[in-house]
């Protein structure tokens, strides 16, 4: 089962947040290694994924430490634009192209 995250970000600014994935225990680290994460960021939960904006290493998200499970992952203002609710979807990918989802939850953007 995903962890449900919510968070909380300002209109118009660029955020960079810490994501911390952890195993089913919801303690432990979870090691990256051999995995591809993936950030969807959509108008909401039940948006078409294509309608979103996703975000990969190297394009939006940064391993801060893969044994670690930590990442960074960059919200730009275009993406922050209107202070309207949004959705993200954490997944990762191993190896053999199977996709589990890590984290989710709303994301609200405060008026500037």
């Given at each position: 089962m995903p962890s449900l995250i919510a968070l909380s970000v300002t209109q118009?600014?660029?955020?960079?947040?810490?994501?911390?994935?952890?195993?089913?225990?919801?303690?432990?680290?979870?090691?990256?290694?051999?995995?591809t994460p993936a950030m969807i960021v959509k108008g909401s939960a039940y948006a078409d994924d294509a309608s979103?904006?996703?975000?990969?290493?190297?394009?939006?998200?940064?391993?801060?430490?893969?044994t670690g499970?930590?990442?960074?992952?960059?919200l730009t203002?275009?993406?922050?634009?209107?202070?309207?609710?949004?959705w993200y979807r954490l997944d990762l990918t191993d190896g053999l192209g199977n996709r589990t989802t890590s984290q989710n939850g709303?994301?609200?953007v405060s008026p500037a």
């Amino acid at each position: 089962m995903p962890s449900l995250i919510a968070l909380s970000v300002t209109q118009n600014n660029d955020v960079l947040l810490t994501l911390s994935v952890t195993e089913a225990d919801g303690v432990t680290a979870q090691d990256l290694t051999d995995y591809t994460p993936a950030m969807i960021v959509k108008g909401s939960a039940y948006a078409d994924d294509a309608s979103g904006t996703t975000l990969g290493v190297g394009t939006g998200l940064t391993m801060v430490s893969e044994t670690g499970g930590t990442l960074t992952a960059l919200l730009t203002h275009e993406m922050l634009a209107q202070p309207v609710p949004l959705w993200y979807r954490l997944d990762l990918t191993d190896g053999l192209g199977n996709r589990t989802t890590s984290q989710n939850g709303p994301i609200t953007v405060s008026p500037a």
